[in-house]
């Protein structure tokens, strides 16, 4: 079972470059998030979707874009980034939302730096 | 708005010692609570959960009771062993408007030492 896959694992970037971070899951859950990991900060809600052409802002939206086409696939987009999202970004998938007791399947994360 | 506070770490224990890693919230409502583990180069694992008051989520030797009187959810375990070396994340999901959010504690980096 592939569960969540993310990539690329690794990526450095320079100060205004765009890319997208990609996640899919092949457990046709409705609800995806992304989230990303600093130092002494835990994990923080960007975006999150609760179903295909569905999407919401989390707690750090400021700088990411989302869309959800698909069930499987929430891809997060930085337009140009800034060294403020050097970062480990992680995707996650629930069947229903996690207020319905559902407990998130992760990604293993992609570790991001911005020069 | 929610929060949880976790004990702050690292954490460092022998093997065979018993492992206490706090965990409190602030929520309204009824929230279910977690405890993830992520271990080294790896995403985050569902360790335990409960989702209403005097619920004990259990896992691996692993237990945490979910307390409502003191908005508590600590983990805990008898003896840990090397391989439980890794960080330890307590979160909530809301309940009502908040429900589709995951609020998380900060993270304990638990080393335990053979």
């Known amino acids: 079972n592939a569960g969540v896959t993310q990539t690329p694992k690794f990526q450095v970037l320079k100060t205004g470059q765009s890319m997208t971070l990609q996640c899919a899951q092949d457990m ?4 995806m998030s992304w989230y990303r990991q600093d130092p002494g900060m835990g994990l ?3 975006h999150y979707s609760v179903g295909a052409g569905i999407t919401d802002q989390g707690e750090v939206p400021n700088g990411y874009n989302v869309s959800r086409s698909t069930t ?3 891809p997060l987009r930085l337009l140009s980034a800034a ?3 050097t970062s480990v970004y992680f995707c996650a998938s629930s069947p229903k939302g996690p207020g319905q007791n559902q407990p998130q399947h992760f990604g293993d994360g992609t570790r991001l730096s911005i020069l | 708005g929610n929060s949880v506070t976790q004990m702050e770490g690292p954490v460092t224990l022998s093997e065979e010692a ?5 965990c409190t919230y602030t929520a309204t409502g009824y929230p279910s609570l977690f405890w993830y583990v992520q271990y080294p180069g790896e995403g985050l694992q569902l360790l335990l959960k409960a989702t209403k008051a005097d619920d004990k989520g259990s896992n691996k030797g692993f237990e945490a009771t979910y307390r409502k009187e ?3 959810f600590h983990l805990e375990k008898g003896s840990v062993q090397v391989s439980d070396s890794a960080v330890y994340f307590c979160a909530l999901s809301g309940s009502g408007g908040s429900n589709y ?3 998380f504690g900060k993270g304990t980096l638990l080393t335990v030492n053979p």
């Not at chain 2, 018993?18 to 706090?22: E, K």
């Open chain 2, 18 to 22: 018993f492992l206490t890693i706090n």
């Open chain 1, 44 to 46: 923080r809600l960007i």
């Open chain 1, 28 to 31: 046709n859950h409705e609800y």
């Open chain 1, 83 to 85: 060294p403020s999202q």
């Open chain 2, 70 to 72: 003191t908005t508590s």
């Open chain 1, 72 to 74: 499987e696939d929430f």
């Open chain 2, 101 to 103: 959010k995951l609020t």
